[in-house]
């Protein structure tokens, strides 16, 4: 069974920093494209970064210069540093796997909180 296991989310205050990670089972996960999102209370999911299999990074223009997204196939992890938080970053951020060979293959993780607030 796919799991996708998100891990380090909690609380900062504005202008810290956090790292997530996103840990996968049962898949290939070098033949997977990789992302976070983020939803907020009564908001959209919304697109936060992405990392294809080759290491290709895209990022939503909020978050451009702040945020890293990366990879460690050897350890089927996905990762996002955040930097500079602020209050508008809180979410629920999650990760989710697209096999790059067909995308029905598309799995979730649970996700895990982010609070920025002083």
């Known amino acids: 069974q796919v799991q996708l296991v998100e891990s380090g989310g909690g609380l900062v205050q504005p202008g810290g920093s956090l790292r997530l990670s996103c840990a996968a089972s049962?898949?290939?996960?070098?033949?997977?494209?990789m992302a976070w999102y983020r939803q907020a209370p009564a908001k959209q999911r919304d697109l936060v970064a992405t990392?294809?299999?080759?290491?290709?990074?895209t990022y939503a223009d909020s978050v451009k210069g702040r945020f890293t997204i990366s990879r460690d196939n050897a350890k089927n992890t996905v990762y996002l540093e955040m930097n500079s938080l602020k209050p508008e970053d809180t979410a629920v951020y999650l990760c989710?796997?697209?096999?790059?060979?067909?995308?029905?293959?598309?799995?979730w993780g649970k996700g895990t909180l982010v609070t920025v607030s002083s």
């Open positions: 989710n796997a697209v096999n790059i060979y067909n995308v029905r293959m598309n799995y």
């Open positions: 049962e898949i290939t996960f070098s033949s997977y494209a």
């Open positions: 990392i294809s299999n080759s290491g290709y990074t």
